[in-house]
Nanobody, 123 residues
């Protein structure tokens, strides 16, 4: 069984940066694509970013493109989400997940999920 643990969330001001980490245990993540999603209160999970298992290709949601960067270190069994120029509308719970196939943007295509980390951006 795979366990994913997100960390790095917190309270920051608009314009600040945060780096989220997603540490995996129980199984190597090197053969999985990894995705980041976020969830606003009362809303479905929104696609943020995904990266292929090799790290060669990355995909981003329109609202975070050019501000967020996804990366991974397979040797550390960890994925990251660097978030720059944060805005109050980025406030959400952020989740990482391992992709099982199909569309990277569809949360139902992901097999394993972390418990989430809260990111709050004040204006």
């Amino acid at each position: 069984q795979v366990q994913l643990v997100e960390s790095g969330g917190g309270l920051v001001q608009a314009g600040d940066s945060l780096r989220l980490s997603c540490a995996a245990s129980g199984r190597t993540i090197s053969s999985y694509a990894v995705g980041w999603f976020r969830q606003f209160p009362g809303k479905e999970r929104e696609f943020v970013a995904a990266i292929r298992w090799s790290g060669g290709s990355a995909y981003y949601g329109d609202s975070v493109k050019d501000r967020f960067t996804i990366s991974r270190d397979n040797a550390k069994n960890t994925a990251y989400l660097q978030m720059n120029s944060l805005k109050p509308e980025d406030t959400a719970i952020y989740y990482c997940a391992l992709h099982g196939g199909g569309s990277y943007r569809n949360p139902y295509e992901y097999l394993y999920w972390g418990q989430g980390t809260q990111v709050t951006v004040s204006s």
